[in-house]
T-cell receptor, first 115, second 113 residues
């Protein structure tokens, strides 16, 4: 089985711009969750999508949004970028919804740098 | 918000030695999972232990869970240089706001050849 694929691998944007990140889950996985990883805050949960519905959202401003398509692929969008949005953004897929005893399979992430 | 806290923050050992990492958490959980991350890469799932289990083994890994103390430990036996990585514990809800996964700050393990 192919693993979780995240594109692009690296992104450099300037403040005020917006960005869209993509995640293709493992075939058959319907849950996709997104995480932000920074040296200061660690791994922070952004949101989870399951069968095209957002199930839960972490404590992030409305500039962070996402969606999931019928083939389970997911996109995450950040509008009006700020310097503090520089981070490694990870997506993970799982067979069941988050926390229901189903391991997460992570992609290698998108490294976003905001200048 | 972070739920788990790993201890120690960093650990340096010689190849062949055992490495023990601890994780504490604050609220009730469905399960606790351990992940490994090599620098700048995605996380790799190591082991999942359910809230009604006390111990689990997978190869050189041994995980224990004590729900009364809200703590878990990960033991890596006979460590190798390739085990050098950051290790995270993650707890699965449900929480009041809905289901999510909460990660600790991680333990940075260095195994010297």
């Amino acid at each position: 089985k192919a693993g979780v694929t995240q594109t692009p691998r690296y992104l450099i944007k300037t403040r005020g711009q917006q960005v869209t990140l993509s995640c293709s889950p493992i075939s058959g996985h319907r849950s996709v969750s997104w995480y932000q990883q920074t040296p200061g805050q660690g791994l922070q949960f952004l949101f989870e999508y399951f069968s095209e519905t957002q199930r839960n959202k972490g404590n992030f401003p409305g500039r962070f949004s996402g969606r999931q398509f019928s083939n389970s692929r997911s996109e995450m969008n950040v509008s009006t970028l700020e310097l503090g949005d520089s981070a490694l953004y990870l997506c993970a897929s799982s067979f069941r919804v988050l926390s229901y005893n189903s391991p997460l399979h992570f992609g290698n992430g998108t490294r976003l740098t905001v200048t | 918000s972070q739920q788990g806290e790993e201890d120690p923050q960093a650990l340096s050992i010689q190849e062949g030695e055992n490495a023990t990492m601890n994780c504490s958490y604050k609220t009730s959980i469905n399960n606790l999972q351990w992940y490994r991350q090599n620098s700048g890469r995605g996380l790799v799932h190591l082991i999942l232990i359910r809230s009604n289990e006390r111990e689990k083994h997978s190869g050189r890994l041994r995980v224990t869970l004590d729900t009364s103390k809200k703590s878990s430990s990960l033991l890596i036996t006979a460590s190798r240089a390739a085990d050098t990585a950051s290790y995270f514990c993650a707890t699965g809800g449900p929480w009041a706001r809905g289901n999510d996964m909460r990660f600790g700050a991680g333990t940075r393990l260095t195994v010297k050849p």
